[in-house]
Nanobody
């Protein structure tokens, strides 16, 4: 699976962005999909994940209620809707695919990665 993330940009605090991740290949629906982010000098951080059929979602506590992950397997797409953005949300955001799915919070378990998209939130 090849992944291509897009949708990042510069937004003011309180604003919204919608990130997209396009996947290739006929096995896209067999992967648990996740979003991670990495700020300069910090470790890659789990943001959200979604089960293969989209029926179950997982979030880091600080993002629950502000971020929403979704997927469209017919189009090989996964999305991250981000609302009420704050300066501390500034980071490069990555989408990733995991064949196993049991350790969806651990970036080291993921098999495929997109190239990342920059999100910058100004105060």
């Amino acid at each position: 699976v090849q992944l291509q993330a897009s949708g990042g940009g510069l937004v003011q605090a309180g604003g919204s962005l919608r990130l997209s991740c396009a996947g290739s290949g006929r096995t896209f629906s067999s992967y648990v999909m996740g979003w991670f982010r990495q700020a300069p000098g910090k470790e890659r951080e789990f943001v959200a994940a979604i089960s293969r059929d989209g029926g179950i979602t997982y979030y880091t506590g600080s993002m629950k209620g502000r971020f929403t992950i979704s997927r469209d397997n017919a189009k090989n797409m996964v999305f991250l809707q981000m609302n009420s953005l704050q300066p501390e949300d500034t980071a490069v955001y990555y989408c990733a695919g995991d064949r196993d799915g049991n350790y969806y919070r651990d970036y080291r378990r993921y098999d495929y990665w997109g190239q990342g998209t920059q999100v910058t939130v100004s105060s």
